[in-house]
């Protein structure tokens, strides 16, 4: 009879934050397949668990879930967990569970803790409807065109950011959305944990004050239907084709991006940055 491969929430920072039940499937099953073994290990060995660790990573999934699927059908239990919150959830752990579902085997969730959720129950916006994108692209030119996609959604927006990156974010919401509410989670669980609250310069701006900018970070946007409509182009042009037909016309670029920024209802710093990212590309 086939095993059956559990799919096992863990804490995203306090190690307090992981059910009875998760506890006693780790206990039990013949192995534990995880992303890092040094940092699976830790939890383990605070919960006084001795399970054998198999790697299953992004760069040797497609390997480890053949092996896996191999043990689970000969009557293995296997545990999955990711480095932090609930598998799969802007983690590895896809390939196999795909195949242990074509393969007929059994796959049991043991929930638990995930940030998204975390952060959207604490943010303070609407809960009732949201998307989550887990992380933006790492180029800005394909953030701000992603982001641009999103205008005129009356839902709440979630995504996962590095905090070398989350200025930089910032900077490219609000210059593709207008500057629209945010809510920032930073490191959710865990001793310095912390929600920023207010628009998306304002976050920023709270952040760039500070010596430096530490902790993962969850990163909400309030529903942009008022904000996409104040930022909404007047015609199918780009800004920086508005700005370009402006300078044409014998506006300085300066002038320019003021009037596209009067025009469309943008902060001046915001068309710029659409301006330069053009240029870049």
Known sequence: MPGTLYLVATPIGNLA???????????????????????????????????????????????RA??????????????LVSDAGTP???????RLVSAAAEAGIRVVPIPGAAAVLC???ASGLPTDSFYFHGFL?????????????????ETVHVFY???????????DLEAALGDPPVVAGRELTKVHEEFLRGRASEVRATLAGR???????TLLVGPLGSAATSAAPE???????????????????????????????????????????EHRR
């Open 17 to 63: 934050d992981i059910t009875y039940r998760a506890v006693e499937t780790l206990r039990a099953v013949a192995a534990i397949a995880c992303e890092d073994t040094r940092h699976t290990r830790k939890l383990l060995e605070h919960y006084a668990i001795q399970r054998p660790l198999v790697s299953c990573h992004e760069h040797n999934e497609a390997q």
């Open 66 to 79: 053949a092996e896996l699927i191999a043990r689970l059908q000969a009557g293995e239990d296997i545990a």
């Open 88 to 94: 799969l959830i802007s983690d590895p752990g896809y």
């Open 119 to 121: 952060a959207l129950s």
């Open 137 to 153: 692209p790492r180029k800005s030119g394909e953030r701000q065109r992603f982001l641009a996609g999103l205008a005129g959604m």
């Open 161 to 171: 950011e590095a905090p070398h990156r989350v200025l930089e974010t910032l900077e």
């Open 211 to 217: 010596d430096a900018v530490r902790g993962e970070f």
């Open 235 to 277: 015609s199918r042009a780009t800004v920086a084709e508005e700005v370009a037909a402006l300078e044409r016309s014998g506006l300085p670029r300066m002038e320019a991006i003021k009037e596209v920024a009067r025009r469309r209802g943008l902060p001046k710093r915001a068309v710029y940055a659409q301006v330069e990212s």
